[in-house]
Each structure stands twice: as C-alpha cells, then as structure tokens.
T-cell receptor, first 115, second 112 residues
C-alpha cells in the first residue's frame, strides 16, 4: 500500500504568519485531497489538489487563504496563510491510489496551533 | 437532514461482545461505502469498504449494506479494548469527483 508522509508533523505559529504543509506519497496516485479536522470533530474537505492545475476548493475555502500546489503525481503542498487562532486544527492529506476507486488513504496529519 | 448520519455515541460494549455501528445516508445515488477507524490523535484508517448489497466479512469485521433502506453497518465481533476508537462512515456518490461524504463518527468504548 502507499506510504504517505506529511511534514511538519506539528507546529506552533504566530498569528499573521503562514505555514506550508507537505504531503509526499511513495507511489503514483490519481487523487489527492486536503482536509481539516477540528478537535473532536469529523473531517472537512478543503480542496482537491489537481496535478498541474489549480486546486478545486470546497465552499468556504478560498485559494488566497489555502493555496495548494501539486506539481506531480506524488507530491502536494497546502499553505495556511495569514493564520489566526481559528486555523488551529489538524490538517490531513489523503490519496486515492492508482488503480483504486474511491478508497482514500490518509497521511499522519499535521497538528497546527496558532497563538 | 445530514447526508451521512451516525449516532455519536459513546457506544460502550464489554470485551468479547459484538459492537454494532450504524450509518444512514440520504442520497440514493450513493454507490460506495467506507468505514474508517480513528484512534485519538491519529489519522483515519480504512478498515472496510462495500459496494454491493449484502455482507462483506474481513476477520472480525463485517460490513452490511442495505441500499433499499439506505443504511450501512459495521459489526465488530469479539470486541477488544484495542477496538476503542471513533468509527467514521463515508459515502461516495457517482460523479462527485471521487470525493467522500463523511459522517460525524461514532465513539466506541470496549470495556475490559
């Protein structure tokens, strides 16, 4: 199965700054997604990272706040810009493996705290 | 009505018992159904998926799908304390760009 890594695993940031989270997969995947999960809550989809083109954002999320890149089939970044304490959350990337259907596999997550 | 509904729990069962987790969905066009397990502080882990009506068994886990009644369930036989986690139900609709619709999760506690 695909091995998914995320960096950093956690960070504490000051308000107004930006943090870029990386997601790396060890094999080619067809789809990559970025989620946010508040403590004790379920998953909220931020966007679909499209290879070589602009990401597709869900309602309530905008590119200026959460710019996403996906330069190839195995790597994506999510930037959380101009952070506020409300951005404190766990950020997760997930992938659909090549040859897969809808099954998503998750990276270990990035725990972000904004002070 | 939420698209995917789960009882938030907590569901508490004694060790060795069968834990039954339920999930209902609203869109009849849904075609793929998933159960994820999430331990506290960890990311979700896919444990079962089912596409067709009926039962699908994998070890101690059985997923049951009833499309007519629009529910999917997860049975955990011989529950162990290590099964204590939050179980997330997710549903895929055709033509939704492979996005999943998530339930809020059911917390399961297996008591020794």
């Amino acid at each position: 199965s695909a091995v998914i890594s995320q960096k950093p695993s956690r960070d504490i940031c000051q308000r107004g700054t930006s943090l870029t989270i990386q997601c790396q997969v060890d094999s080619q995947v067809t789809m990559m997604f970025w989620y946010r999960q508040q403590p004790g809550q379920s998953l909220t989809l931020i966007a679909t990272a499209n290879q070589g083109s602009e990401a597709t954002y869900e309602s309530g999320f905008v590119i200026d706040k959460f710019p996403i890149s996906r330069p190839n089939l195995t790597f994506s970044t999510l930037t959380v810009s101009n952070m506020s304490p409300e951005d404190s959350s766990i950020y997760l990337c997930s992938v659909v493996r090549a040859g897969g259907n809808y099954e998503q596999y998750f990276g270990p997550g990035t725990r972000l705290t904004v002070t | 009505q939420k698209e995917v509904e789960q009882n938030s729990g907590p569901l508490s069962v004694p060790e060795g018992a069968i834990a039954s987790l339920n999930c209902t969905y609203s869109d009849r066009g849904s075609q793929s159904f998933f159960w994820y397990r999430q331990y506290s502080g960890k990311s979700p882990e896919l444990i079962m998926f089912i596409y067709s009506n009926g039962d699908k068994e994998d070890g101690r886990f059985t997923a049951q799908l009833n499309k007519a009644s629009q529910y999917v369930s997860l049975l955990i036989r011989d529950s162990q304390p290590s099964d204590s986690a939050t179980y997330l139900c997710a549903v895929a609709r055709a033509g939704n760009n492979r996005k999943l619709i998530w339930g809020l999760g059911t917390s399961l506690a297996v008591n020794p």
